[in-house]
């Protein structure tokens, strides 16, 4: 164990993993739960433990890691990704949360099914179980084991094993309304513990004053030349939209929380909770790379964070909140990835097959499910080898390979009034994939020196968000190319209204003043206003 952390520090940690297993089992007491206990908390959440969840899964350990590690090389810039998520926050609260619930639906592949047919249910399900391996599990402990081997010289393989069986315990037995519960205690905690770090890091360097003076201009330059290699302006305000919308609109990660709310205001209100909450990032998880390479010159990449929590910086007690915080993010985002599994293999594999089974038998499989991804998650470890040390460059360009078709197909779920051409759906999605997938074998080949060829070179040279852009508008003409070229008929071409995406938006002041009272419509519209000038002024500032 480092020198650094006391027993003090082991004690608030401890007391942390002690309180939420402790609430992660008070909630998973109910013995008789029913379907939409176990996967959607009973429909009974309210909008601050719905902000407080999405955030909290959203910031997993990659996110410490890997902007830390960006921010000390890059500067502020990095930080443009977390605040372009904020307005598709606002899209999922006035928009997308409304339509999802109208539905009816408890998955994401269960609504394209509603949108085209049920030939698309299962492999988008399939395809989102596999993304959820690559992109959540095994990116979260990789970032994990980083920070964990730098404080107690702890191997990424035991690690790994403590957090998803910790982790496992109380989402397996509570299912979604334990995570959700959980994940309130938790987003605190690791809000806490990265302002603290933030706070005694800028004490150190004499302030944002004395950061800036020490640091050069670069680095609080926001908007990159279009030809920057990592952060192009145009790949920023155009490519990462893309990946936000996939990522926050088509996930059942984060839909599976809204679809828990109680009420459509609750979840749009949530919604806008966490996109105020992802202005954040940018202060407490960027900002401290800018500190460590003033307090560790030459220091950079996914050994930033790590380095900066295990020196001498923080005193005894703070370091164990700090850590805490951290283990916060792990725990919450993967006890969210259990449960989104579980869901899906339940209710889009399992439930079509057994129209007939019983609430308690959906839960059986529901908890069995969740055990089994355990499991995977545990035997996925080895796969952190595989992990580029830039980790959070690394997440990011794998949701840019694979987003825009997804993103693709459910904007026209979104925004059509007829039900969509289920074949064009598929090949869009087979050949949209494809052609992400190869762009990220061409550069893992050319950049671990397997192959050296000048056409694989320049296009692995694309930036992952000018190729994120390319491929949607790829993705949109395929699909809307074979829905002419293999027009379908059906029986009913016009869809049911409470899943029709374009009358959602059409109707969608109107319904908000009339389904709520209109002082809540407006205090979320003034809500969302003030979000919007806050990342103005942030951009005016750091321009």
Known sequence: MSANFTLLDTFVMLSYLIVVIAIGFYYSGKKDQS???YFLAGKNVGWFAVGMSIFATNISSEHFIGLAGAGATRGLAVGQIELMAIFILILLGWVVAPIYMKSGVVTTPEFLERKFDSSLRRPFAALSIVIYIFTKITVSLFAGGILFYKLFGMSIYTSAVLVVLFTGLYAIL????AVIRTSVPQGIVLIAGAVLLTAFGLNAVGGFSGLEHKLPSDFFHMFKPASDPDYPWT????????IAFWYWLTDQYFIQKVLSAKSINDARRGSLFAASLKVLPLFVLVLPGLLAAVIFPGLSGDQTYPTLLASSLLPSGVKGVVVAGLLAAIMSSLASTFNATAALITNDFYKPKHPRATDRELVLVGRLTTTATVVVAILSIPLVKLITSQVYLFLQSIQGFVSPPIAAVFLVAFISKEKGNTKAAI????????VGV????????VKSGSVDNPLFRQITNINFLHFSIFLFLFSVMLFLSLSILLRERFENKTLDKKIDGSTAVATLGVEAAGNTAVGTFRSNALFSVLILLVVASLWSIWF
């Open 35 to 37: 379907f939409n206990d």
């Open 174 to 177: 509570g299912g979604a309304n």
């Open 235 to 242: 790949g920023v305000l155009f490519g990462a939209p893309i």
């Open 427 to 434: 090949w869009t999605l087979v050949v949209g994939e494809t």
């Open 438 to 445: 190869c762009r990220l074998i061409c550069e893992t080949l």
